[in-house]
């Protein structure tokens, strides 16, 4: 039985400033054959990304390398090689579906997740140990689920009223 070589993504990382236009340059130089995929990741690196039938990891690695030197991408711009990965297809799709934002939620929502109120929730934004807020919009501030779970998870609650307060007394006439 012949079975397909499996294809892999080699995504090769450079230290390099990116700019729009080195970038676009960059994927034209590259083979087409090949699905390459330029990208700025930050103000500080470019990455590479290039689809190669092979083996094994180690191949993969090797004939992307192959393909960038022939290209002469790096040496074009100058860019100093960093780091490199491959994964198989399915690793390849699986990561470029996974959301790239947290979930987030708002005071309500924080409200539930503690079981507390909304107001409780603006109390508890003053202690040092609450989570700060990822992003603050006309609504009001945004929050990342993992954190508040993770505050919630180590929170030494204290339920009822605090010591010194008293209930009013009602007069009776």
Do not use: C, I, N
Not at 47 to 61: F, G, I, R, S, Y
Not at 103 to 109: K, N, T
Not at 124 to 130: D, I, N, Q
Request: charged content about 25%; glycine content about 6%; aromatic content about 6%.
């Amino acid at each position: 039985m012949d079975e397909k070589t499996p294809d892999w993504a080699v995504t090769f990382t450079y230290d390099a400033a990116p700019d729009e236009q080195s970038l676009q340059r960059a994927e034209e130089l590259l083979d087409p054959a090949a699905v390459p995929t330029v990208a700025a990741v930050g103000t500080d690196r470019v990455t590479v990304t290039l689809h190669v039938p092979a083996e094994d990891p180690v191949d993969a690695v090797e004939s992307g390398g192959k393909l960038l030197d022939r290209s002469g991408v790096a040496e074009a711009f100058g860019w100093l090689q960093v780091a490199v990965e491959a994964v198989d297809e399915a690793e390849h799709e699986r990561r470029a579906d996974a959301p790239t934002l947290p979930e987030l939620v708002g005071a309500s929502e924080v409200g539930a997740m503690l079981g507390v109120s909304r107001q409780r929730v603006h109390q508890l934004r003053e202690s040092s140990a609450f989570p700060a807020p990822l992003v603050e919009v006309a609504m009001g501030p945004l929050w990342d689920a993992r954190a508040v779970e993770a505050f919630a998870r180590d929170w030494s609650r204290r339920p009822g009223r605090r010591a010194g307060r008293r209930p009013l007394a009602v007069a009776s006439g």
